[in-house]
């Protein structure tokens, strides 16, 4: 009972996590210079933008959120050093599924992967369930190699 207390309770967190980065990535003038150093530095830099102060900023948010990460993690779950190995390449499943600078896929890419695990987990074999990422990588970079929600660039476009 307690465990699943705790476990609730930890996805609250992330939940609220996410809804606040979401808000100050949309509604605040740092989230947006944030958001025009990711699409062009040398535009933003020209536009007054201090990049050097954005970095800064988005490394020390990237942190926090880790930190809070690995915290909300360690609440359910026991670690050791090499606990991370599995969960970073989630991670990166995760982001390339749901397309690279995109919040929203990167949050239903999560949620796939976790069904899609849970399911396989259930139905096939539990053995068969980090096996699931690589299926899913492998998969979306040969289907849609800009992930679910990744939007083409000017770079990629066929001339």
Do not use: C
């Not at 996410?18 to 536009?47: D, K, P, W, Y």
């Not at 998969?139 to 190699?145: A, M, N, Q």
């Amino acid at each position: 009972m307690m465990r699943a207390k705790t476990i609730t309770g930890g996805f609250g967190v992330a939940l609220l996590l996410t809804l606040l980065l979401h808000l100050f990535m949309n509604h605040t003038r740092t989230g947006h210079s944030i958001r025009a150093t990711a699409q062009n530095a040398r535009a933003a830099n020209v536009l007054g933008i201090d990049t050097r102060r954005v970095y800064a900023i988005t490394f020390g948010i990237g942190a926090a959120m880790a930190g809070a990460a690995g915290a909300l993690i360690a609440m359910v779950y026991s670690f050791t050093p090499v606990t991370g190995d599995s969960l970073t390449m989630k991670a990166f499943v995760i982001v390339v599924l749901g397309g690279l600078g995109s919040m929203h896929g990167a949050l239903v890419a999560g949620i796939v992967l976790g069904v899609t695990e849970n399911l396989v987990s259930g139905l096939i074999a539990p053995g068969y369930r980090d096996a699931v990422s690589f299926f899913l990588l492998l998969t979306i970079l040969v289907l849609r190699p800009r992930g679910l929600f990744g939007k083409r660039y000017l770079a990629d476009a066929k001339i």
